[in-house]
């Protein structure tokens, strides 16, 4: 059991940083990255755009598009989970509604 | 059978009870809202599958969030869950038997006292750990099972009924701190049970290094007077789609941990593409028990498990998940296939003008 256990973690392991040994085959410029449909980790178009990564994006992909009438409520519902600042909260409520 | 009917009464009672206290949330602050902070529905719907020993689990769900902002300081929030498992009979008889499941996952008031402090009163997530509070959503999460140590030191139920201060400390370009501090009153209410407890949490997180480091603390407070503590590391490796999590924690009886690595293949394509919608998903997780306890939530016996999952992102926040878990356990080892869709959704919870 515990030979299997080792294999199987060590085959996981393996294959799980084999992405941090991989060159990057494409790039998205920043200027194309739609705010919210933005992969993981393209460069930051502006703060908001920073705080979004840096917050929302560690535990979640950005939802598709939602209406601008709920952004605030968005945001007041983000700053309890990830602990927003004051600062990173209007940073975050300017970039979605630029 | 003699209690289906009753049962499924009470069920029904429970679910028009939250429906009109989500309704009543959304009315109280209608002439509170306007411009962008519109009441929200949020949440997640979807079909899932769990296969073990040969027996195949169907489990229809349905998770909602309603966030309601009243005034420029108030924000409650709430989370429900309803979920009905169908599930072989067993004992050589056909047929499936079914169990509803219907609850308020948290219900909860958010009060900005200042920019350094929000205190959250009601029925709410316990601060231990990040599993529970910000991956547990049906629509975050990677696998379809929570990780094995989920219920140490989130004191049973998961959640918690009184007070909690939290917030962030300081926040600047190399590091940020944030904390939560909780009390929480012993309730046997069904929809709102909780034990007597404290404890909390306080996170590092080094921008530059995408780099997340915390602690939790819960110390239960009735019966058995008992400690838990826990520890953090997140990290998203710069110029990659990597995602590496782990957690450790530890109780009087047992321990354990868990890592989880997940990769977007967006960054080998566009992420629109077919292939960019793909994230494999590894996970790690073991847990150690050091004295029998049978009210912990952990396997009796020390178990080992890896779970490989791959999940694919469709269109309109819809996500297809798969994974496969081999478990080691000296009470025998066993393979568990899952599948699932999950379907997310935001909207107001009104229609504008």
Not at chain 1, 37 to 62: I, W
Not at chain 2, 110 to 130: E, M, Y
Not at chain 2, 268 to 277: H, L, Q
């Amino acid at each position: 059991m515990r030979r299997n256990w080792i294999l199987i973690t060590s085959f996981g392991f393996v294959v799980a940083i084999l992405p941090l040994m991989a060159q990057p085959f494409a790039s998205t410029p920043a200027s194309q990255v739609e705010p919210l449909k933005s992969t993981k980790h393209p460069a930051p178009s502006s703060e908001g755009d920073r705080v979004f990564q840096q917050n929302c994006s560690r535990c979640h992909d950005a939802p598709q598009s939602f209406s601008p009438r709920i952004s605030g409520t968005v945001i007041r519902h983000m700053r309890v989970r990830a602990s927003l600042s004051e600062h990173d909260e209007k940073a975050l409520l300017k970039f979605l509604n630029p | 059978m003699l209690n289906f009917a009753p049962r499924r009464l009470l069920l029904a009672k429970r679910a028009t009870g939250i429906m009109l206290a989500f309704s009543m949330l959304s009315i109280a602050t209608a002439q509170h809202s306007m411009g962008q902070n519109v009441p929200l529905i949020s949440g997640g719907a979807g079909f899932e599958t769990n296969t073990s020993g040969g027996n195949t689990t169907y489990i229809p769900v349905i998770s909602p969030l309603l966030a309601a902002p009243l005034g420029n300081h108030v924000l409650v929030e709430s989370r429900a869950i309803v979920l009905d498992s169908f599930f072989p009979r067993g004992g050589g008889q056909p047929g499936y038997s079914s169990d509803l499941f219907l609850g308020l996952t948290y219900l909860e008031a958010n009060i900005t006292a200042s920019k350094h402090l929000t205190f959250v009163a009601g029925d709410f997530l316990t601060p231990f750990g990040t599993y529970n509070e910000r991956l547990s959503p049906i629509w975050i999460s990677n696998f379809e099972d929570a990780p094995l140590i989920l219920s140490i030191g989130t004191m049973g139920s998961g959640s918690g009924v009184g007070g909690q201060l939290r917030g962030s400390v300081f926040s600047t370009q190399h590091v940020s701190f944030d904390y939560a501090a909780y009390f929480s009153a012993a309730s046997t209410n069904e929809q709102f049970s909780a034990e007597r407890a404290s404890g909390g949490r306080g996170s590092f997180y080094f921008p530059t290094a995408r780099l997340e480091v915390g602690a939790s603390y819960g110390r239960l407070l009735q019966g058995t007077q008992q400690t838990f503590s826990g520890v953090h590391v997140w990290w998203e490796p710069e110029n990659t789609s990597l995602r590496l999590r782990s957690e450790y924690a530890h109780g009087p009886h047992s321990s354990g941990y868990w890592i989880e690595a997940d990769y977007r293949l967006s960054r080998f394509n566009n992420g629109e593409s077919f292939v960019g919608r793909f994230e494999p998903v590894f996970r790690m997780q073991q847990t150690f028990r050091t004295g029998p306890d049978q009210s912990d939530g952990l396997p009796s016996a020390p178990t080992e498990q890896a779970d490989f999952g791959l999940d694919y992102r469709l269109q309109h926040e819809v996500r297809l998940n798969s994974s496969y878990s081999r478990e080691f356990s000296p009470t025998g080892n066993r393979n568990i296939w899952q599948t699932g869709i999950v379907y997310r959704f935001l909207f107001p919870a009104w229609r504008g003008k």
